[in-house]
Nanobody
Framework: QVQLVESGGGLVQPGGSLRLSCAAS????????MSWYRQAPGKEREWVAT????????SYADSVKGRFTISRDNAKNTVYLQMNSLRPEDTARYSC?????????WGQGTQVTVSS
């Protein structure tokens, strides 16, 4: 079954950290650009970060730059999002996306709630 499965979300206090994982099954991500997006209630989906297929380049939304780090382990078919210095405005459902010339695949997402 071709799918992306996110994990690692949860409730964290402001200033805390979480590490999200996005594991692919049924296909390999080694040739795909991988991205994280998020969507808060009542808001449009927002791009968070992207990593090139070989991990040589990353890019981030201004709102998370310096706090979040995207990485990948192609041997494990997994992409990560390390989130530090979390703020209440980071509360959202986080989803990963695999993009190639032939497809665009999304996971179901994992909820991140930042609250005291």
């Amino acid at each position: 079954q071709v799918q992306l499965v996110e994990s690692g979300g949860g409730l964290v206090q402001p200033g805390g950290s979480l590490r999200l994982s996005c594991a692919a099954s049924g296909f390999t991500i080694s040739s795909d650009a991988m991205s994280w997006y998020r969507q808060a209630p009542g808001k449009e989906r927002e791009w968070v970060a992207t990593i090139r297929r070989d991990g040589s380049s990353t890019s981030y939304a201004d709102s998370v730059k310096g706090r979040f780090t995207i990485s990948r382990d192609n041997a494990k078919n997994t992409v990560y999002l390390q989130m530090n210095s979390l703020r209440p405005e980071d509360t959202a459902r986080y989803s990963c996306k695999a993009l190639s010339l032939n497809y665009q695949r999304w996971g179901q997402g994992t909820q991140v709630t930042v609250s005291s």
